[in-house]
Protein backbone atom coordinates (compact mmCIF):
# COMPACT_ATOMS: atom_id res chain seq x y z
CA UNK A 1 0.00 0.00 0.00
CA UNK A 2 1.30 3.27 -0.61
CA UNK A 3 1.88 5.17 2.27
CA UNK A 4 -0.13 8.56 2.21
CA UNK A 5 1.39 11.96 4.22
CA UNK A 6 -1.21 14.21 5.80
CA UNK A 7 -1.18 16.42 8.69
CA UNK A 8 -3.77 16.03 11.19
CA UNK A 9 -6.28 18.96 10.01
CA UNK A 10 -5.96 16.97 6.57
CA UNK A 11 -7.30 13.63 7.88
CA UNK A 12 -10.19 15.49 10.06
CA UNK A 13 -10.88 16.99 6.68
CA UNK A 14 -11.46 13.89 4.73
CA UNK A 15 -13.47 11.97 7.75
CA UNK A 16 -15.61 14.81 7.89
CA UNK A 17 -15.86 14.86 3.84
CA UNK A 18 -17.39 10.77 4.07
CA UNK A 19 -16.79 7.76 3.32
CA UNK A 20 -16.30 8.38 -1.03
CA UNK A 21 -13.05 10.26 -0.29
CA UNK A 22 -10.93 7.34 1.31
CA UNK A 23 -10.54 3.94 -0.22
CA UNK A 24 -12.25 1.07 0.23
CA UNK A 25 -11.12 -2.11 1.09
CA UNK A 26 -11.89 -5.22 -0.59
CA UNK A 27 -14.47 -7.17 0.19
CA UNK A 28 -12.18 -10.34 1.27
CA UNK A 29 -11.20 -8.42 3.96
CA UNK A 30 -14.12 -7.05 5.57
CA UNK A 31 -14.81 -8.43 9.44
CA UNK A 32 -18.68 -7.57 9.40
CA UNK A 33 -20.68 -10.47 9.17
CA UNK A 34 -17.61 -12.92 9.20
CA UNK A 35 -17.37 -14.63 12.44
CA UNK A 36 -15.18 -17.18 11.52
CA UNK A 37 -12.45 -14.52 10.99
CA UNK A 38 -10.74 -12.02 13.04
CA UNK A 39 -9.60 -8.76 11.22
CA UNK A 40 -6.81 -6.24 12.47
CA UNK A 41 -6.26 -3.08 10.92
CA UNK A 42 -2.31 -2.26 11.73
CA UNK A 43 0.74 -0.50 10.10
CA UNK A 44 2.77 -3.34 9.64
CA UNK A 45 5.71 -1.28 7.84
CA UNK A 46 8.51 -2.14 9.91
CA UNK A 47 8.35 -5.79 9.68
CA UNK A 48 11.19 -7.56 7.81
CA UNK A 49 10.27 -11.29 9.59
CA UNK A 50 8.77 -13.96 11.20
CA UNK A 51 11.89 -15.81 12.44
CA UNK A 52 11.38 -15.05 16.36
CA UNK A 53 15.76 -15.30 16.88
CA UNK A 54 16.35 -12.15 14.26
CA UNK A 55 13.22 -10.49 15.03
CA UNK A 56 13.70 -6.84 16.32
CA UNK A 57 11.10 -4.77 15.48
CA UNK A 58 8.01 -3.27 17.07
CA UNK A 59 4.83 -5.08 15.34
CA UNK A 60 6.08 -8.62 14.84
CA UNK A 61 5.88 -9.82 18.07
CA UNK A 62 1.70 -9.45 18.34
CA UNK A 63 2.00 -11.99 15.37
CA UNK A 64 4.99 -14.01 17.47
CA UNK A 65 3.03 -14.16 20.48
CA UNK A 66 0.11 -15.76 18.80
CA UNK A 67 1.95 -18.66 17.03
CA UNK A 68 4.50 -19.45 19.78
CA UNK A 69 4.87 -20.14 23.73
CA UNK A 70 7.70 -19.48 25.82
CA UNK A 71 8.87 -21.43 28.60
CA UNK A 72 7.03 -18.74 30.94
CA UNK A 73 4.65 -15.52 29.84
CA UNK A 74 3.07 -12.86 32.07
CA UNK A 75 -0.49 -12.05 32.08
CA UNK A 76 -2.13 -8.48 30.97
CA UNK A 77 -1.49 -6.24 34.35
CA UNK A 78 1.43 -8.40 36.14
CA UNK A 79 4.43 -7.43 34.35
CA UNK A 80 6.65 -8.54 37.69
CA UNK A 81 5.73 -12.22 38.04
CA UNK A 82 6.34 -14.90 35.36
CA UNK A 83 3.72 -16.76 34.78
CA UNK A 84 3.56 -20.84 33.55
CA UNK A 85 3.10 -21.57 29.94
CA UNK A 86 5.16 -24.21 28.08
CA UNK A 87 7.23 -24.76 32.13
CA UNK A 88 4.45 -25.45 34.84
CA UNK A 89 7.35 -25.23 37.34
CA UNK A 90 11.06 -24.01 37.53
CA UNK A 91 13.47 -23.98 40.50
CA UNK A 92 17.18 -23.44 40.43
CA UNK A 93 18.85 -26.11 39.53
CA UNK A 94 21.28 -27.89 42.03
CA UNK A 95 24.25 -26.05 42.67
CA UNK A 96 22.82 -22.93 41.94
CA UNK A 97 23.92 -22.16 38.83
CA UNK A 98 20.77 -22.17 36.63
CA UNK A 99 17.45 -22.68 36.47
CA UNK A 100 15.44 -26.63 36.30
CA UNK A 101 12.38 -25.97 34.35
CA UNK A 102 9.28 -28.92 34.14
CA UNK A 103 7.73 -28.94 30.81
CA UNK A 104 3.71 -28.89 30.61
CA UNK A 105 2.17 -32.40 29.60
CA UNK A 106 0.14 -33.12 26.37
CA UNK A 107 1.33 -29.78 24.80
CA UNK A 108 1.72 -30.64 21.00
CA UNK A 109 2.83 -28.45 18.22
CA UNK A 110 0.70 -27.32 15.30
CA UNK A 111 1.76 -30.16 13.24
CA UNK A 112 0.56 -32.40 15.99
CA UNK A 113 3.90 -34.08 17.49
CA UNK A 114 4.17 -33.23 21.10
CA UNK A 115 6.65 -30.89 22.63
CA UNK A 116 9.50 -32.20 24.40
CA UNK A 117 12.70 -31.03 25.95
CA UNK A 118 15.02 -31.78 22.74
CA UNK A 119 12.60 -29.38 21.36
CA UNK A 120 13.46 -26.90 24.19
CA UNK A 121 17.22 -27.13 24.07
CA UNK A 122 17.41 -27.17 19.92
CA UNK A 123 15.37 -24.01 20.60
CA UNK A 124 17.99 -22.26 22.59
CA UNK A 125 20.39 -23.86 21.13
CA UNK A 126 19.70 -22.03 17.71
CA UNK A 127 18.90 -18.73 19.85
CA UNK A 128 22.34 -19.30 21.09
CA UNK A 129 24.64 -19.87 18.48
CA UNK A 130 22.87 -17.81 15.54
CA UNK A 131 24.20 -14.31 18.26
CA UNK A 132 21.54 -12.77 16.68
CA UNK A 133 20.00 -9.24 19.11
CA UNK A 134 18.07 -11.98 20.43
CA UNK A 135 20.99 -14.02 22.20
CA UNK A 136 22.03 -10.24 23.62
CA UNK A 137 18.94 -10.76 25.39
CA UNK A 138 19.51 -14.05 27.01
CA UNK A 139 23.66 -13.38 27.72
CA UNK A 140 23.92 -15.01 31.13
CA UNK A 141 22.36 -18.35 29.64
CA UNK A 142 25.42 -20.54 28.63
CA UNK A 143 23.63 -23.39 27.37
CA UNK A 144 20.30 -26.03 27.44
CA UNK A 145 21.00 -29.10 29.04
CA UNK A 146 18.13 -31.85 29.03
CA UNK A 147 18.00 -33.53 31.96
CA UNK A 148 14.60 -36.16 30.54
CA UNK A 149 11.96 -35.76 28.24
CA UNK A 150 9.99 -33.53 30.51
CA UNK A 151 12.75 -31.80 32.11
CA UNK A 152 15.37 -29.03 30.50
CA UNK A 153 17.54 -26.95 32.77
CA UNK A 154 19.49 -23.38 32.10
CA UNK A 155 23.29 -23.24 32.45
CA UNK A 156 24.00 -19.80 33.70
CA UNK A 157 26.93 -17.95 33.15
CA UNK A 158 25.92 -14.93 35.54
CA UNK A 159 23.85 -17.07 37.43
CA UNK A 160 22.42 -14.40 39.97
CA UNK A 161 21.07 -12.24 36.31
CA UNK A 162 17.10 -11.79 36.61
CA UNK A 163 16.30 -14.12 33.62
CA UNK A 164 13.03 -15.42 34.28
CA UNK A 165 11.21 -12.08 33.46
CA UNK A 166 13.39 -12.34 30.03
CA UNK A 167 11.94 -15.72 29.00
CA UNK A 168 8.93 -14.11 28.53
CA UNK A 169 9.90 -11.88 25.34
CA UNK A 170 8.96 -14.06 21.43
CA UNK A 171 11.79 -14.40 20.73
CA UNK A 172 12.66 -17.21 23.17
CA UNK A 173 10.06 -18.86 21.38
CA UNK A 174 10.11 -23.03 21.58
CA UNK A 175 10.12 -24.20 18.19
CA UNK A 176 9.84 -27.78 16.43
CA UNK A 177 13.30 -29.14 15.91
CA UNK A 178 12.44 -32.08 13.01
CA UNK A 179 10.26 -28.98 10.96
CA UNK A 180 13.36 -26.64 11.50
CA UNK A 181 15.79 -29.14 10.71
CA UNK A 182 13.60 -30.15 7.68
CA UNK A 183 13.94 -27.12 6.92
CA UNK A 184 17.20 -25.48 6.96
CA UNK A 185 17.91 -24.88 10.61
CA UNK A 186 21.05 -25.21 12.59
CA UNK A 187 21.32 -24.93 16.30
CA UNK A 188 25.26 -26.10 16.23
CA UNK A 189 28.19 -23.52 16.35
CA UNK A 190 27.67 -22.91 12.47
CA UNK A 191 24.24 -21.55 12.89
CA UNK A 192 25.32 -18.47 12.32
CA UNK A 193 26.73 -19.40 8.37
CA UNK A 194 24.80 -22.32 7.93
CA UNK A 195 21.06 -21.71 9.09
CA UNK A 196 18.62 -21.37 6.24
CA UNK A 197 15.24 -21.35 8.10
CA UNK A 198 14.27 -17.95 8.22
CA UNK A 199 12.95 -17.89 4.41
CA UNK A 200 10.47 -20.61 5.53
CA UNK A 201 9.70 -19.20 8.93
CA UNK A 202 8.81 -16.05 7.01
CA UNK A 203 5.58 -17.58 5.42
CA UNK A 204 5.10 -20.83 8.69
CA UNK A 205 5.68 -21.29 12.03
CA UNK A 206 6.61 -24.26 14.14
CA UNK A 207 5.02 -23.40 17.39
CA UNK A 208 2.20 -24.33 19.84
CA UNK A 209 0.58 -21.52 20.00
CA UNK A 210 -3.22 -20.85 19.18
CA UNK A 211 -2.35 -19.28 15.57
CA UNK A 212 -0.07 -20.86 12.78
CA UNK A 213 1.49 -18.76 10.46
CA UNK A 214 0.15 -19.49 6.98
CA UNK A 215 1.15 -16.26 4.78
CA UNK A 216 2.94 -12.96 4.90
CA UNK A 217 2.84 -10.47 2.05
CA UNK A 218 4.92 -7.27 3.05
CA UNK A 219 3.45 -3.98 3.23
CA UNK A 220 -0.05 -6.14 2.26
CA UNK A 221 -1.27 -8.84 5.21
CA UNK A 222 -0.53 -11.18 7.24
CA UNK A 223 -2.93 -14.54 7.59
CA UNK A 224 -3.09 -17.12 10.53
CA UNK A 225 -4.56 -19.80 10.81
CA UNK A 226 -6.37 -21.65 13.85
CA UNK A 227 -3.85 -24.46 15.63
CA UNK A 228 -6.33 -27.17 16.16
CA UNK A 229 -3.53 -28.69 18.57
CA UNK A 230 -3.29 -25.85 20.83
CA UNK A 231 -3.45 -26.92 24.22
CA UNK A 232 -5.28 -23.96 25.72
CA UNK A 233 -8.34 -25.73 23.30
CA UNK A 234 -9.41 -23.58 20.20
CA UNK A 235 -9.75 -20.38 19.48
CA UNK A 236 -13.06 -17.94 19.15
CA UNK A 237 -11.69 -17.15 15.26
CA UNK A 238 -10.91 -19.46 12.87
CA UNK A 239 -8.53 -17.21 11.42
CA UNK A 240 -6.74 -14.22 11.79
CA UNK A 241 -6.15 -11.54 9.12
CA UNK A 242 -3.51 -8.57 9.92
CA UNK A 243 -4.33 -5.80 6.92
CA UNK A 244 -1.33 -3.44 6.60
CA UNK A 245 -2.83 -0.21 6.94
CA UNK A 246 -0.01 3.23 7.18
CA UNK A 247 -3.36 5.93 6.83
CA UNK A 248 -4.89 5.46 10.48
CA UNK A 249 -7.42 7.92 8.22
CA UNK A 250 -7.99 4.56 6.36
CA UNK A 251 -7.87 2.46 9.73
CA UNK A 252 -11.28 4.75 10.74
CA UNK A 253 -13.06 4.33 8.49
CA UNK A 254 -12.38 0.39 8.02
CA UNK A 255 -13.50 0.13 12.13
CA UNK A 256 -16.21 2.51 11.14
CA UNK A 257 -17.72 0.25 7.99
CA UNK A 258 -16.28 -3.08 9.75
CA UNK A 259 -13.94 -3.96 7.63
CA UNK A 260 -11.74 -4.29 10.47
CA UNK A 261 -12.64 -5.69 14.18
CA UNK A 262 -9.86 -3.38 15.53
CA UNK A 263 -7.70 -0.63 14.76
CA UNK A 264 -4.28 0.09 16.53
CA UNK A 265 -2.77 3.21 15.13
CA UNK A 266 -5.88 5.85 15.12
CA UNK A 267 -4.59 9.31 16.25
CA UNK A 268 -6.14 11.40 19.09
CA UNK A 269 -9.18 13.26 16.91
CA UNK A 270 -10.06 9.28 15.72
CA UNK A 271 -9.99 8.21 19.50
CA UNK A 272 -12.09 11.27 20.37
CA UNK A 273 -14.39 10.69 18.10
CA UNK A 274 -15.64 6.90 18.68
CA UNK A 275 -17.03 7.69 22.02
CA UNK A 276 -20.32 8.20 20.11
CA UNK A 277 -19.99 5.04 17.78
CA UNK A 278 -22.86 2.84 18.77
CA UNK A 279 -20.73 -0.45 16.90
CA UNK A 280 -17.43 0.55 18.40
CA UNK A 281 -15.34 1.10 21.70
CA UNK A 282 -12.15 2.04 22.92
CA UNK A 283 -9.54 0.02 24.43
CA UNK A 284 -6.95 1.43 26.85
CA UNK A 285 -3.86 0.20 28.19
CA UNK A 286 -0.63 1.92 29.69
CA UNK A 287 1.95 1.00 28.00
CA UNK A 288 6.00 0.27 28.41
CA UNK A 289 7.00 1.27 25.31
CA UNK A 290 8.57 4.67 24.57
CA UNK A 291 9.18 6.73 21.69
CA UNK A 292 12.37 8.55 21.52
CA UNK A 293 15.27 10.78 19.49
CA UNK A 294 18.50 9.25 19.23
CA UNK A 295 21.25 11.82 18.64
CA UNK A 296 24.97 11.23 17.12
CA UNK A 297 27.98 12.34 19.03
CA UNK A 298 30.22 11.92 15.85
CA UNK A 299 31.79 14.32 14.99
CA UNK A 300 32.24 12.93 11.39
CA UNK A 301 28.40 12.95 11.09
CA UNK A 302 28.07 16.27 12.37
CA UNK A 303 30.78 18.62 14.54
CA UNK A 304 28.29 20.28 16.47
CA UNK A 305 27.02 17.17 17.60
CA UNK A 306 29.80 15.89 19.12
CA UNK A 307 29.36 18.73 21.69
CA UNK A 308 27.76 17.85 24.92
CA UNK A 309 26.47 21.38 25.33
CA UNK A 310 25.17 21.41 21.75
CA UNK A 311 23.05 17.99 22.51
CA UNK A 312 21.98 19.39 26.59
CA UNK A 313 20.46 21.93 24.03
CA UNK A 314 18.08 19.81 22.15
CA UNK A 315 17.31 18.37 25.36
CA UNK A 316 15.70 21.86 26.62
CA UNK A 317 14.36 22.94 23.36
CA UNK A 318 11.88 20.00 23.02
CA UNK A 319 8.26 20.65 24.09
CA UNK A 320 7.37 17.67 25.84
CA UNK A 321 4.17 19.02 26.98
CA UNK A 322 3.48 20.02 24.17
CA UNK A 323 3.69 16.40 22.43
CA UNK A 324 2.13 14.74 25.68
CA UNK A 325 -1.00 17.04 24.92
CA UNK A 326 -1.06 18.05 21.57
CA UNK A 327 -0.33 14.91 19.58
CA UNK A 328 -1.20 12.17 21.99
CA UNK A 329 -4.06 14.02 23.46
CA UNK A 330 -2.73 13.19 26.99
CA UNK A 331 -2.58 9.67 26.53
CA UNK A 332 0.41 8.88 27.18
CA UNK A 333 3.48 9.59 29.90
CA UNK A 334 7.39 10.67 29.59
CA UNK A 335 10.25 8.65 31.88
CA UNK A 336 13.57 10.11 32.22
CA UNK A 337 15.06 7.56 29.96
CA UNK A 338 15.09 4.23 29.07
CA UNK A 339 13.72 2.79 32.32
CA UNK A 340 9.49 2.99 31.60
CA UNK A 341 7.29 4.55 33.88
CA UNK A 342 5.71 1.79 36.47
CA UNK A 343 9.43 -0.29 36.75
CA UNK A 344 12.04 0.18 39.81
CA UNK A 345 13.45 3.16 39.86
CA UNK A 346 11.43 5.06 37.41
CA UNK A 347 8.10 7.26 38.60
CA UNK A 348 6.90 10.64 37.19
CA UNK A 349 8.36 11.89 39.95
CA UNK A 350 11.77 10.88 39.14
CA UNK A 351 11.47 11.81 35.55
CA UNK A 352 10.45 15.19 36.33
CA UNK A 353 13.17 15.96 38.97
CA UNK A 354 16.44 14.34 36.20
CA UNK A 355 14.89 14.34 33.25
CA UNK A 356 14.73 17.18 30.69
CA UNK A 357 12.21 19.52 30.23
CA UNK A 358 12.04 22.41 27.68
CA UNK A 359 14.08 25.88 29.02
CA UNK A 360 14.44 27.90 25.92
CA UNK A 361 16.44 30.17 27.46
CA UNK A 362 19.14 27.33 29.32
CA UNK A 363 19.11 25.77 25.61
CA UNK A 364 20.53 29.08 24.17
CA UNK A 365 22.98 29.52 26.52
CA UNK A 366 24.03 26.30 26.23
CA UNK A 367 24.05 26.44 22.49
CA UNK A 368 26.70 29.71 23.14
CA UNK A 369 28.58 27.51 25.75
CA UNK A 370 29.41 25.17 22.79
CA UNK A 371 30.14 28.37 20.82
CA UNK A 372 27.32 27.69 18.64
CA UNK A 373 25.58 31.03 19.06
CA UNK A 374 23.86 31.18 16.07
CA UNK A 375 22.69 27.49 16.29
CA UNK A 376 23.87 25.14 14.06
CA UNK A 377 21.97 22.69 11.43
CA UNK A 378 21.26 19.02 11.64
CA UNK A 379 19.78 16.16 10.10
CA UNK A 380 16.18 13.84 11.70
CA UNK A 381 15.37 11.03 10.07
CA UNK A 382 12.26 8.72 10.47
CA UNK A 383 10.00 6.31 9.26
CA UNK A 384 7.06 6.65 6.94
CA UNK A 385 4.86 4.94 9.56
CA UNK A 386 3.10 5.70 12.55
CA UNK A 387 3.50 4.32 16.43
CA UNK A 388 0.85 4.43 19.21
CA UNK A 389 -1.25 6.27 16.92
CA UNK A 390 1.29 9.22 15.78
CA UNK A 391 2.80 9.64 12.78
CA UNK A 392 6.64 9.60 12.54
CA UNK A 393 6.25 12.72 10.27
CA UNK A 394 4.15 14.48 12.41
CA UNK A 395 6.35 14.20 15.41
CA UNK A 396 9.20 15.26 13.16
CA UNK A 397 7.43 18.57 12.20
CA UNK A 398 7.20 19.16 16.20
CA UNK A 399 10.53 18.57 17.03
CA UNK A 400 11.81 20.87 14.19
CA UNK A 401 9.50 23.38 15.17
CA UNK A 402 10.62 23.49 18.87
CA UNK A 403 14.41 23.41 17.55
CA UNK A 404 14.03 25.74 15.47
CA UNK A 405 13.02 28.24 18.07
CA UNK A 406 16.80 28.06 19.55
CA UNK A 407 18.15 28.23 16.05
CA UNK A 408 18.75 24.52 15.83
CA UNK A 409 17.82 24.16 12.18
CA UNK A 410 16.66 20.38 11.07
CA UNK A 411 16.75 18.96 7.45
CA UNK A 412 13.83 16.51 7.91
CA UNK A 413 14.32 13.01 6.10
CA UNK A 414 11.79 10.41 6.02
CA UNK A 415 12.75 7.15 4.58
CA UNK A 416 10.79 3.51 4.86
CA UNK A 417 10.63 2.17 7.94
CA UNK A 418 13.05 -0.94 7.76
CA UNK A 419 15.76 1.41 5.60
CA UNK A 420 15.65 3.79 8.93
CA UNK A 421 16.33 0.97 11.23
CA UNK A 422 19.11 -0.33 9.79
CA UNK A 423 20.67 2.71 9.29
CA UNK A 424 20.37 3.50 13.01
CA UNK A 425 21.07 -0.08 13.90
CA UNK A 426 24.86 -0.08 11.72
CA UNK A 427 25.69 3.38 13.47
CA UNK A 428 25.52 5.07 9.69
CA UNK A 429 23.00 8.00 11.01
CA UNK A 430 23.91 11.16 10.03
CA UNK A 431 22.12 13.44 12.73
CA UNK A 432 19.20 11.97 14.90
CA UNK A 433 16.89 9.52 14.11
CA UNK A 434 13.33 9.34 15.30
CA UNK A 435 12.51 5.71 16.83
CA UNK A 436 11.22 3.32 19.36
CA UNK A 437 11.68 0.75 22.46
CA UNK A 438 9.29 -1.98 23.16
CA UNK A 439 10.36 -4.52 25.58
CA UNK A 440 11.27 -7.69 24.24
CA UNK A 441 11.04 -8.56 28.01
CA UNK A 442 10.07 -6.94 30.88
CA UNK A 443 13.58 -6.29 32.66
CA UNK A 444 15.39 -3.54 33.98
CA UNK A 445 18.85 -5.09 33.35
CA UNK A 446 17.63 -5.82 29.61
CA UNK A 447 16.52 -1.80 29.07
CA UNK A 448 20.23 -0.36 31.09
CA UNK A 449 22.14 -3.62 29.25
CA UNK A 450 20.93 -2.22 25.82
CA UNK A 451 21.73 1.29 26.02
CA UNK A 452 25.62 0.73 27.45
CA UNK A 453 25.88 -2.32 25.11
CA UNK A 454 24.31 -1.83 21.75
CA UNK A 455 22.49 1.42 21.73
CA UNK A 456 25.56 3.34 22.93
CA UNK A 457 27.84 2.28 19.72
CA UNK A 458 24.69 3.84 17.40
CA UNK A 459 25.39 6.94 18.46
CA UNK A 460 29.19 6.46 18.92
CA UNK A 461 29.10 7.00 22.80
CA UNK A 462 32.16 5.10 24.27
CA UNK A 463 30.94 3.88 27.50
CA UNK A 464 33.27 3.91 30.28
CA UNK A 465 33.33 0.53 32.38
CA UNK A 466 31.69 2.05 35.60
CA UNK A 467 28.62 2.85 33.49
CA UNK A 468 28.52 -0.82 32.57
CA UNK A 469 29.27 -2.10 36.04
CA UNK A 470 26.42 0.06 37.53
CA UNK A 471 24.14 -1.88 35.44
CA UNK A 472 25.28 -5.36 36.55
CA UNK A 473 25.57 -3.87 40.11
CA UNK A 474 21.36 -3.09 39.55
CA UNK A 475 20.37 -5.31 38.16
CA UNK A 476 22.06 -7.99 40.77
CA UNK A 477 20.59 -6.24 43.83
CA UNK A 478 18.66 -8.32 46.41
CA UNK A 479 17.24 -5.37 47.92
CA UNK A 480 14.34 -3.62 46.51
CA UNK A 481 15.34 -0.32 47.81
CA UNK A 482 18.97 -0.63 47.04
CA UNK A 483 18.04 -1.42 43.24
CA UNK A 484 16.03 1.35 43.32
CA UNK A 485 18.28 3.61 44.34
CA UNK A 486 20.95 2.53 42.10
CA UNK A 487 18.54 2.66 38.74
CA UNK A 488 18.08 6.27 39.86
CA UNK A 489 21.98 6.88 39.82
CA UNK A 490 22.12 5.39 36.31
CA UNK A 491 19.28 7.58 34.70
CA UNK A 492 20.71 10.55 36.14
CA UNK A 493 24.01 9.42 34.41
CA UNK A 494 22.33 8.42 31.06
CA UNK A 495 20.14 11.89 30.92
CA UNK A 496 23.73 13.92 31.35
CA UNK A 497 24.91 11.89 28.54
CA UNK A 498 22.32 13.50 26.04
CA UNK A 499 22.43 10.71 23.16
CA UNK A 500 18.59 9.67 24.05
CA UNK A 501 15.63 11.79 24.39
CA UNK A 502 12.19 10.45 25.73
CA UNK A 503 9.30 12.25 23.81
CA UNK A 504 6.72 9.60 25.42
CA UNK A 505 5.35 6.47 26.38
CA UNK A 506 1.94 5.81 25.03
CA UNK A 507 -1.28 4.53 25.97
CA UNK A 508 -2.28 1.74 24.04
CA UNK A 509 -5.60 3.35 22.20
CA UNK A 510 -7.27 0.63 20.01
CA UNK A 511 -10.63 0.82 18.37
CA UNK A 512 -12.53 -2.47 18.69
CA UNK A 513 -15.77 -3.36 17.66
CA UNK A 514 -18.47 -4.73 19.91
CA UNK A 515 -18.76 -7.73 18.29
CA UNK A 516 -15.65 -8.40 19.79
CA UNK A 517 -16.38 -9.24 23.97
CA UNK A 518 -12.12 -9.98 25.27
CA UNK A 519 -9.67 -7.94 23.68
CA UNK A 520 -6.94 -8.63 25.90
CA UNK A 521 -4.20 -5.83 25.78
CA UNK A 522 -0.95 -6.13 27.62
CA UNK A 523 2.12 -3.94 28.07
CA UNK A 524 4.68 -7.16 27.92
CA UNK A 525 5.72 -6.57 24.67
CA UNK A 526 3.63 -8.29 22.00
CA UNK A 527 0.58 -5.59 22.84
CA UNK A 528 -2.63 -8.54 22.53
CA UNK A 529 -3.37 -11.64 23.30
CA UNK A 530 -4.49 -12.99 20.56
CA UNK A 531 -5.63 -16.05 21.53
CA UNK A 532 -7.96 -14.52 24.25
CA UNK A 533 -10.00 -12.51 21.53
CA UNK A 534 -13.55 -13.58 21.66
CA UNK A 535 -17.19 -12.96 20.57
CA UNK A 536 -19.35 -11.37 21.55
Known amino acids: MAIINMTRRDLARLLAGGAATLPFLPSVARAQGRRETLVIGLDTSDTVT ?91 VDRAEVVDDRTIDLIMNAPKAPILPILCN ?35 SAGTGPYRLVRWERNAQIALQRNPHSWRGPTDFERVIIRHLSDSAAQLLALRRGDVHAAFNLIPEHIKGLQDEPNVRTEQLPSLDFVYMAVTQNPEANPALAKKEARHAIGYAIDYDGILGSLLGGAGTRPAHFLPIGVTGSTP ?54 LGRVGIRVRLNPMDQVNLRTIYTTGKMQGAVLTFWNPPAVSNDLWASAVVERVARRVSWEVPPEMTALVRQASEAEDA ?43 AGWQLDMGGVTLA
Open 170 to 204: PGCAIMERAVLLKNGAVATAEARDQDKATEWLNGH
Open 50 to 140: FDPVRQAQYTPPLTLAACYDTLLTFEPGDYVNPKPCLATRWERRPGGDGWRFTLREGVKFASGAPLTAEDVKFSFDRLINLREQTQVYIKS
Open 481 to 523: GEAGRLWVEWQKKVVDQANHFILFQPTYQIGVRKSIKDFPLTA
Open 349 to 402: EIAREIGFHQDLDKARSLLKAAGLPDGFEMELAYGNAAVAGVSYQVLAQKVQSD
